[in-house]
């Protein structure tokens, strides 16, 4: 079984600031992790991936995530937030070699001017 | 170049009808996937289709079936509706064949009301 935990509902951050949303999974293989975005009344949009090889993962719009094997964590980073990246964010794990994706339940970020 | 389209936007249904939701992939992906979204809950799997054949379910009853057309197009069908099921319905598509690796880039939804 797999599953995704995405510990806070909400993160509030001042524009400028670091931005961190935290989240832990659950896999027997290996793991294929994956962070989206989704804007009110619209559909998911991918940010970035980890499959394999460096533990930092570079993605869109500015956000990295860091992989740690040994926490089981894959936590979404931006070092300066934008207003424009308040949203909802989800976290999803992959088993490697299943084809199905789990998504955790989403934290929603706000980010104030 | 155009992403993954969905059909209808939004749809209301009365309990027990039937309904069939649309989704065309981006060009070049023969992958799809079905998700529903609840209010304030994450995607959950419904369906993976790949080359016209099944490949992964998740746990929904069998009220929920799908099917993919030879140019990679998909349908959702749910039958005998229930409250429970108004939700969005999300479709993906992505490259995969041989992989699981790969992103899937997602169409922006159909919102199903059941009342």
Do not use: M
């Not at chain 1, 619209?42 to 992989?67: H, W």
């Not at chain 2, 490259?95 to 690796?101: A, I, K, R, V």
């Amino acid at each position: 079984a797999q599953s995704v935990a995405q510990p806070e509902d909400q993160v509030k951050v001042a524009e400028g600031n670091p931005l961190t949303v935290k989240c832990t999974y659950s896999v027997s293989g290996n793991p294929y992790l994956f962070w989206y975005v989704q804007y009110p009344n619209r559909g998911l949009q991918f940010l970035l991936k980890y499959i394999t090889g460096d533990n930092l993962v570079k993605g869109s719009y500015g956000f990295e995530a860091e992989f740690n094997k040994s926490q089981t964590s894959f936590h979404l980073k931006k070092p300066s937030a934008l207003v424009s990246d308040s949203a909802l964010y989800f976290c999803a794990v992959r088993d490697g070699g299943d084809y199905k994706l789990s998504f955790g339940a989403g934290t929603t970020v706000t980010v104030r001017a | 170049d155009a992403g993954v389209t969905q059909s209808p936007t939004h749809l209301i249904k009365t309990r027990g009808q039937q309904v069939t939701l649309r989704c065309s992939p981006i060009s070049g992906h023969k992958s799809v996937s079905w998700y529903q979204q609840v209010l304030g809950q994450g995607p959950q799997f419904i369906f993976q289709y790949y080359e016209k054949e099944e490949r992964g379910r998740g746990n929904f009853p069998d009220r929920f079936s799908a099917r993919q057309f030879p140019n990679y197009s998909s349908e959702l069908n749910v039958n005998a509706l229930l409250l429970g099921d108004s939700a969005l319905y999300l479709c993906a598509s992505s490259l995969e064949g041989g992989s699981s690796s790969y992103e899937q880039y997602f169409g922006p939804g159909t919102r199903l009301t059941v009342t």
